[in-house]
């Protein structure tokens, strides 16, 4: 049996069907797989029953791996493989972390609109999420397709965002939440340079590349560019670009960093187990050098 693809919405997120990740796809399967992933943005496998070995082999299917940034945080210990991110509210131990957990603190960062690993100088091409155990009520994952975003996009904005290098770090985005980096992480992990607008290789859609790790844009005043920052998350963001996954237990859901935003939704994370974990593929260069742009170098040195 060959695997079918369900669209949810015409152009954006679709549901896989019978397709078994815990083995290697077929070469046919592989391919319907990989052209749904360039049109549709955000896959959703239901029903897997995956080790992490198994997660991690499917994911390298799309690239090389990006591992955890969890491991460079100060004082946290690792609960899977080093390759997945552990976005759960899970211990090592198994049990529930508590409500003044440092590690609490810095994944509520998680319920900010992002793109993944935007604030390292390679981001992230793709991410695989999967949801092992899901709390009863909240908990939706929210997805933003920012190709449409543009498309929609009045054109003054589209020239103010073309061509332009906005600064992403860790810091920015988890400063937002009033959580505080270490001096030692923000050394480990600087602003970096990223483009504004992308232009998808595969697909040849152009979109928006926001994050709330974005700080900063070359060339432009703080002030303003925060606004213009904002303005552009404002429209990105409206319902009519927005998909909301409500999972259910043992999905995969992948997305392509490239061309979308997420975010995650509130819930009880005190008294309900949500055992996340996401593996995710490098892209193939910095955003800049795909596109063609050279960061300012006074900009650089400011940081």
């Known amino acids: 049996m060959t695997v079918e693809i369900w669209p949810v919405t015409e152009s954006f997120a679709a549901e896989v069907g019978d397709a078994d990740l815990s083995t290697p796809l077929s070469a046919e399967d592989w391919q319907t797989v990989e052209n749904a992933f360039h049109e549709f943005a955000v896959l959703i496998f239901p029903g ?19 591992p955890s940034m969890i491991t460079d945080l100060d004082g946290v210990k690792p609960r899977v493989l080093t390759y997945i991110a552990d976005v759960s509210n899970l211990l090592p131990d198994g049990s529930l972390w508590s409500e003044d957990s440092r590690l609490r603190g810095f994944q509520m960062g998680n319920q900010l609109w992002h793109t993944d690993s935007s604030f390292k100088e390679v981001p992230a091409k793709a991410s695989l999420l999967y949801m092992q155990s899901i709390p009863p009520v909240g908990g939706q994952t929210e997805f933003a397709d920012m190709r449409a975003a543009w498309d929609a996009l009045p054109d003054d904005l589209k020239v103010q965002a073309e061509g332009r290098i906005a ?3 860790i810091a920015y985005s988890r400063a937002r939440q009033g959580f505080e980096m270490s001096e030692t992480e923000n050394t480990s992990m600087p602003a970096v340079p990223q483009a504004m607008v992308r232009h998808h290789g595969y697909s040849g859609r152009t979109g928006l590349y926001l994050a709330s790790h974005a700080g900063r ?10 606004a213009l920052l904002q303005q552009l998350m404002d429209h990105a963001t409206q319902r009519q670009f927005v998909y909301a996954h409500r999972w259910r237990a043992d999905d995969l859901v992948m997305w392509d960093n490239r061309c979308t935003m997420h975010r995650g939704l509130a819930y009880d994370d005190l008294r309900w187990p949500r055992d996340a974990q996401r593996a995710t593929v490098l892209d193939v260069a910095p955003t800049c050098e795909q596109e063609g742009l050279t960061p300012d170098a006074m900009a650089v040195a400011a940081e």
């Open 217 to 226: 844009i070359d060339g432009v005043a703080d002030d303003e560019a925060a």
């Open 167 to 169: 600064r992403h770090a």
């Open 48 to 66: 897997q029953t995956l080790t992490q070995q198994q997660h991690v082999d499917f994911t390298k299917r799309f690239g090389p791996i990006d």
